[in-house]
């Protein structure tokens, strides 16, 4: 599963440390969220999609 | 992630875990049957099952004398163990949660097939100890092939913003 984390990040001006803190997680999993290395939990990418004020397949796409 | 302990065990019970286990070790290959150690730590215990090559099956609780290292060691290794892979991370989140989840079940496939090659290939009384070995051997493969994963999580990504 492919994301756009890293271009909403950057487009929303916040740090991977500032997005896991808001998620409640570590920067490296944000981190190998953003390199595809883990696809999130239904829970996790819905909080980004709130964080981010986008939809799901905004954010996530197969 | 509900059924972890707190983080603070963590620590102490991996050091404990692989001193225990490098203790083991070296106890079964070197100092096993080595006299002073046997009367330092041969006392009676409470038995509740105990039969000897020469003794008959006795059942129901009664005294027996035995070398309590073994026990001592064991009962260490398996608390440690399970405390230094089931206590919660500084920053717990479903990423740590799925890599303790793969690490056990590497850890079982691995054992599992050891115990099918030894079921295969290994007869006579060496047989039991290496089914002894492998009660402690799948906590071993778990806690390392987990610490193993967190060393390269922690240390992913470190240059990244």
């Known amino acids: 599963m492919k994301n756009k984390i890293r271009v909403y990040r950057s487009m929303h001006k916040v740090s991977q440390q500032d997005l896991a803190d808001k998620l409640q997680v570590s920067r490296q999993t944000i981190n190998a969220i953003e390199n595809d290395k883990y696809s999130p939990s239904l829970e996790l990418a819905l909080k980004m999609t709130q964080l981010f004020d986008c939809k799901v397949e905004d954010l996530f796409e197969l | ?161």
Request: proline share 1%.
């Open chain 2, 1 to 161: 992630m509900t059924l972890l302990f707190h983080h603070r065990y963590k620590k102490v019970s991996r050091i404990l875990f692989y001193f225990c286990f490098l203790f083991g070790f070296v106890y079964l290959i070197f100092l096993e049957g080595n006299e002073t150690l046997e009367e330092w730590f041969t006392f009676k215990v409470p038995a509740f099952i105990s039969k000897d090559f020469f003794s008959k099956l006795e059942i129901g609780w009664h005294w027996v004398d035995t070398m309590f290292m073994d026990e001592a060691l064991s009962v260490f290794l398996v608390l440690s163990g399970i405390f230094a892979g089931f206590s919660k991370e500084k920053h717990e989140d479903e990423l740590i949660d799925k890599m303790r989840n793969d690490s056990l079940r590497w850890s079982l496939f691995i054992n599992y097939g050891i115990l099918l090659l030894t079921l295969l290939g290994v007869y006579g009384a060496i047989y039991l100890s290496f089914m002894f070995a492998q009660l402690f051997l799948i906590l071993l493969l778990f806690n390392l092939i987990f610490d193993i994963k967190l060393y390269r999580h922690y240390k992913s990504g470190r240059n990244e913003e």
